[in-house]
T-cell receptor
Framework: GENVEQHPSTLSVQEGDSAVIKCTYS??????FPWYKQELGKRPQLIID?????GEKKDQRIAVTLNKTAKHFSLHITETQPEDSAVYFC?????????????FGKGTLLTVNP | GAVVSQHPSWVICKSGTSVKIECRSL??????MFWYRQFPKQSLMLMAT?????????EQGVEKDKFLINHASLTLSTLTVTSAHPEDSSFYIC??????????FGSGTRLTVV
């Protein structure tokens, strides 16, 4: 089955700096890679996703890059703000059928210091 | 957008009793429901996948007789934790999707077994 590795497990940055979180996946059939933000006791919220036919996607301060050959994908947050502090999870799946499950990374606790 | 309602949001029960958690898709037909368990400071671990009208598929290590899943309609799935024990205390989250849509998460249920 799919295995998703996520690094780092914790990340502390100063407000205004950039944050980068990296993930690798093992199943070359995976073609859908979402990123979730989870605040304590809350549901995961989708913040951005990318499909394997695209190498990069950007949404305001958030961007995701995908290297299919290396099976790497990364989350980039620019101009970080204290409200960006949360746990971030990467995930991988095969799209195209409702049964395909998401496999999550172990998460990154991001702390943005004012 | 797609909404999944999960109830209860928190529950405290005595050891040995059973607890039922409900997830409803409010504005789409949930072809597939996924049930996750999340321990403090850990990632989401998939427990089982269920399709409407079919038996759930459980992940390795998850006791199907202890965690009963029913997906009787395209809008409702339930997870019953039978004979709950303190080690079952956790955050349980459902996720639903239709054939091609995104994974939509419920708000989670905090279960405490005393």
């Amino acid at each position: 089955g799919e295995n998703v590795e996520q690094h780092p497990s914790t990340l502390s940055v100063q407000e205004g700096d950039s944050a980068v979180i990296k993930c690798t996946y093992s199943d070359s059939a995976s073609n859908y890679f979402p990123w979730y933000k989870q605040e304590l006791g809350k549901r995961p919220q989708l913040i951005i996703d990318i499909r394997s036919n695209v190498g990069e996607k950007k949404d305001q301060r958030i961007a995701v890059t995908l290297n299919k050959t290396a099976k790497h994908f990364s989350l980039h947050i620019t101009e970080t703000q204290p409200e960006d502090s949360a746990v971030y999870f990467c995930a991988a799946s095969i799209s195209g059928g409702s049964n395909y499950k998401l496999t999550f990374g172990k998460g990154t606790l991001l702390t943005v210091n004012p | 957008g797609a909404v999944v309602s999960q109830h209860p949001s928190w529950v405290i029960c005595k050891s040995g009793t059973s607890v039922k958690i409900e997830c409803r898709s409010l504005d789409f037909q949930a072809t597939t429901m996924f049930w996750y368990r999340q321990f403090p400071k850990q990632s989401l671990m998939l427990m089982a996948t269920s399709n409407e009208g079919s038996k759930a598929t459980y992940e390795q290590g998850v006791e199907k007789d202890k965690f009963l899943i029913n997906h009787a309609s395209l809008t409702l799935s339930t997870l019953t934790v039978t004979s709950a024990h303190p080690e079952d205390s956790s955050f349980y989250i459902c996720s639903a999707r239709d054939l091609y849509g995104p994974y939509t998460f419920g708000s989670g249920t905090r279960l405490t077994v005393v």
